[in-house]
């Protein structure tokens, strides 16, 4: 039994450095075969069983067979270890974790909708409320309520797409003017975004569909300077802190005293110079015209059963393509509305 178990000992002792020197699968299954095989060390072990007493033969069958547990213990981790240094190998040849990772281009807010969002947002912390209303209205909304009766020649001026008789796609957003002062008793102070449409030409400086941001504000003891602080306001935010705007006498219906609104042009500083060169984007005047604004005309405000001796208002309307020509010094009107990609990611 001594000399059994010392065979065993050496077995298990070169069996366990035979493991520790395979370094493949194969030669993992030699190892197998030279020691657990049929004809292996193990087996030949097992057979000086018979030269034992009969006494001593069941211990040192359970002595041997312990010890082939462990080493098939030995042998299955051992696969374990080449299975996993095999997949690290894997890894490491097709993964380089340094490699940059592949950018996936994100799209981004069209400069037309982000004009609007940001006008609206600068009204919005005022405490303005943000309308929106029908692309179709009937010409009551559009004009007759806005002081231009059906035989007024400022119709003219808005040369629009009809629908029938009396039905017609907005010129311009005013219409929710009216729709906001029938529905609530002032002060009323709303933003209105949104599409308009005229049977205009298209050049580099037309489309016969905008887009217009107006505002309303109508309460008690409202004037001109209310009205001048917060496109001032408008335009800094848009264009940058030093802007300022001028007014220029005008006419239009629905408001009395209209004016042009002007802004300093944001490429040359209101200056009109480049350099020693005329400013190619104002002309040289130093002013940019962004639209119309003036006193709510108190027949407009009789008409939706506001008392004008009691209430006053302003209104304003600008083209918001008009804006972005300014905002992003781009040539052609007609370039917002084409999808090209390369464009719209440069004002990005
Ligand atoms: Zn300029």
Redesign the pocket.
């Known amino acids: 039994m001594t000399e059994l178990a010392s065979k065993l000992d050496d077995v298990t002792q070169r069996f366990a450095a035979a493991v520790d020197r395979a370094n493949d699968e194969q030669a993992l299954e030699s190892v197998r075969v030279a020691y657990l095989g049929r004809n292996g060390e193990v087996t030949a072990v097992r057979r000086a069983i018979g030269a034992l007493p009969p006494g001593e033969r069941p211990e040192a069958g359970r002595v041997i067979n312990d010890a082939v547990a462990a080493m098939e213990r030995r042998l299955q981790a051992a696969h374990g270890e080449l299975e996993s240094r095999a997949f690290d190998a894997e890894l490491a040849a097709s993964i380089d974790v340094t490699f940059p990772s592949i950018r996936r281009p994100a799209g981004s807010i069209h400069p037309v909708r982000r004009i609007i969002e940001e006008s609206c947002a600068y009204f919005v912390r005022h405490g303005f409320a943000v309308v929106v209303g029908p692309e179709a209205e009937p010409d009551y909304y559009t004009f007759d309520a806005l002081n231009i009766p059906s035989d007024h020649p400022a119709r003219e001026g808005f040369d629009s797409f009809w629908i029938s008789d009396t039905l017609l796609l907005r010129p311009h957003t005013s219409p929710m003017q009216i729709r906001t002062m029938q529905q609530h008793r002032p002060p009323i102070a709303i933003v209105a975004p949104g599409k308009c449409f005229r049977r205009d030409a298209v050049d580099a400086r037309h489309l016969f569909q905008f887009h217009q941001v107006e505002g309303l504000l109508v309460a008690e003891g409202i004037n001109f300077g209310h009205l001048k602080g917060m496109l001032t306001g408008l335009c800094r935010e848009l264009f940058g802190a030093q802007q300022n705007v001028r007014f220029r006498p005008s006419y239009f219906p629905f408001t009395e005293p209209s004016a042009e609104v002007d802004t300093t ?4 500083k ?3 110079l ?1 350099g020693s060169q005329s ?8 002013w ?1 015209e962004l639209g119309g604004a003036g006193m709510v005309h108190p027949s407009v405000l009789t008409e939706v059963g506001y008392d004008p001796d009691r209430y006053s208002g302003w209104a304003f309307g600008f083209g918001v393509e008009r804006l972005g020509l300014t905002r992003y010094e781009v040539d052609d009107i007609r370039r917002f509305t084409k999808s090209d990609p390369n464009f719209l990611a440069q004002l990005s």
């Open positions: 042009c944001p490429k040359c209101g200056t009109g480049l400013c190619n984007m104002c002309g040289g005047s130093a940019i």
